[in-house]
């Protein structure tokens, strides 16, 4: 008797791509010392009181809440998006809570009508799940080197600055150039903008910024408040930009019920309306960055780029898988820099989401190599 069809006319997903460092998570966790996992980018901080506190005031809610989200959350991301860096002109209603970045990032080309035939442009080293995203709706995916534009028939051009994996950041001229190039080919920009906060050695610029454009048609900007507040588990992001695009993504989410928890739009308000606790969070991750690094470099490594966002783009001229197997011995866990694409094949991402003790043990272990 044959089983149900399920999944046999959908398409052909990646492995997840951190379910192949099981065997490395063992040997890692063998150490005498215990594992320093600095493979996946995941806070490890307290939420901060505040935010806390918003949450639970809201737990007495038990009718739906809104899917555009509360006027004081699209309100308080306004003034935050001004205030933090310098974009003006966003209307509160172009903007629109999501659960998460990861979900948007998923699903946007499947929510704008991108399919068979349409091309998605993302970076030629890239977070896995603008792949998959584009993967889910049947487009093709090119990827577009540091000098590259979009070309004829791209749908979607991803945009990620700070770089998830290699801290690139890329300045308002290329950010520019890339608008131009995308609107001319008749795409939508979205600009996965989740590390913004976190520039060391260079400023990152939202692409909503008047030196990139004055003009957010065709442009979206995606945030999220997992690495700045510390609220990954809360599942806590928006996306503004294009008012007409955000419209169009309310009127789907609202049929898809892709809404985010009355609760998390409360904590998400107060974070948006706060900035001293993103200060002290950049603070901690500043320090440890500031172990890690120059521990990598005298380890051998060659940190390459890097001047933004939570991670350390890392090479020691070995492949990346063995370089990941190198550390494992030491009790450290890494990404290789293959799962962000082919021209990671020398690569691994350095986390900096570990505890000081964590970080300090994973340097201990480093210059006794």
């Known amino acids: 008797m044959t089983g149900p069809a399920i999944g046999r006319r959908g398409p052909a997903l990646p492995d997840f791509p951190w379910d192949s460092l099981a065997g490395q998570k063992e040997r890692a966790q063998q150490h005498p010392g215990g594992i320093v996992n600095l493979s996946v980018g995941t806070p490890v901080d307290p939420v901060p009181d505040r935010l806390q506190r918003a949450l639970a005031s809201a737990g007495d809610q038990p009718g739906y809440p809104a899917t555009h989200g509360t006027p004081e959350l699209r309100a308080a991301a306004v003034a935050a998006l001004e205030r933090r860096y310098g974009v003006a002109g966003v209307a509160p209603e172009a903007v629109l809570p999501t659960i998460g970045s990861k979900e948007l990032v998923a699903w946007l080309p499947t929510l704008l009508g991108v399919g068979p035939g349409d091309v998605v442009a993302i970076p030629d080293l890239a977070y896995p799940t603008y792949e998959v995203g584009a993967t889910l709706a049947g487009a093709t995916v090119v990827r577009l080197g ?137 603070d901690l991750y500043a320090a440890r960055r500031a172990v890690l690094r120059p521990a990598l470099e005298r380890a051998g490594f060659a940190i390459e780029h890097s001047e933004a966002g939570l991670y350390l783009w890392a090479t020691r001229g070995a492949t990346a898988a063995e370089t990941v197997d190198w550390l494992a011995e030491r009790g450290i866990l890494v990404a290789p820099g293959t799962f962000y694409g082919p021209a990671g094949s020398h690569h691994v991402r350095v986390a900096l989401t570990a505890t000081d003790e964590r970080v300090a043990a994973a340097a201990e272990r480093l210059a006794e190599s």
């Open 146 to 282: 540091p000098d590259d534009l979009p070309p004829p028939g791209t749908a979607l051009v991803w945009l990620n600055s700070p770089s998830n994996p290699t801290g690139r950041v890329l300045g308002a001229d290329r950010l520019r150039a890339l608008v131009r190039a995308s609107r001319e080919v008749g795409a939508v920009v979205a600009s996965d903008e989740c590390y913004l906060a976190l520039g060391w050695d260079a400023e990152p610029v939202s692409v909503l910024h008047p030196s990139v454009t004055e003009d957010f048609t065709g442009v979206l900007a995606v945030h999220s408040l997992s690495k700045s507040s510390n609220l990954a588990g809360y599942r806590a992001g928006y996306v503004t930009g294009d008012p007409v695009l955000v419209k169009r993504l309310l009127e789907l989410r609202k049929h898809a019920g892709m809404i985010v928890a009355r609760p998390v739009q409360e904590a998400v308000t107060a974070a948006l309306g706060d900035d001293e606790h993103v200060r002290a969070q950049r």
